[in-house]
């Protein structure tokens, strides 16, 4: 059974940092992109950055760039997220998600989700 689940949220003041987590099992990183996307009230789910499966190459939206960095553990079978610099638009609900070979900043690339875990960030 493929399993994603997020973790690490909280909340921070403006310029503060956190670092996100996502524990996958029941498939293999080898021939898996995992992204990390976010949903603020009121928005569409948009991709934050995602991780490509075999090289894993990192990519970025251009809202995060330079201050988040995405990374993996293979041993312990996790995905991370550090986030610098955070701002209170970075506020949202934030997601990983699993896509079989090809993936992208486009949710609709993803087959399989995790729960989320929230991130605040205070002015």
């Known amino acids: 059974e493929v399993q994603l689940q997020a973790s690490g949220g909280g909340s921070v003041q403006a310029g503060g940092s956190l670092r996100l987590s996502c524990a996958y099992s029941g498939f293999s990183f080898d021939d898996h992109c995992i992204g990390w996307f976010r949903q603020a009230p009121g928005k569409e789910r948009e991709g934050v950055s995602y991780i490509s499966a075999g090289e894993r190459s990192t990519y970025y939206s251009d809202s995060v760039k330079g201050r988040f960095t995405i990374s993996s553990d293979i041993a312990k079978r996790t995905v991370s997220l550090l986030m610098n610099d955070l701002k209170p638009e970075d506020t949202a609900i934030y997601y990983c998600?699993?896509?079989?070979?090809?993936?992208?900043?486009?949710?609709?690339?993803?087959?399989?989700w995790g729960r989320g875990t929230q991130v605040t960030v205070s002015s």
């Open positions: 998600a699993g896509a079989l070979y090809m993936g992208g900043l486009d949710p609709e690339d993803y087959e399989n």
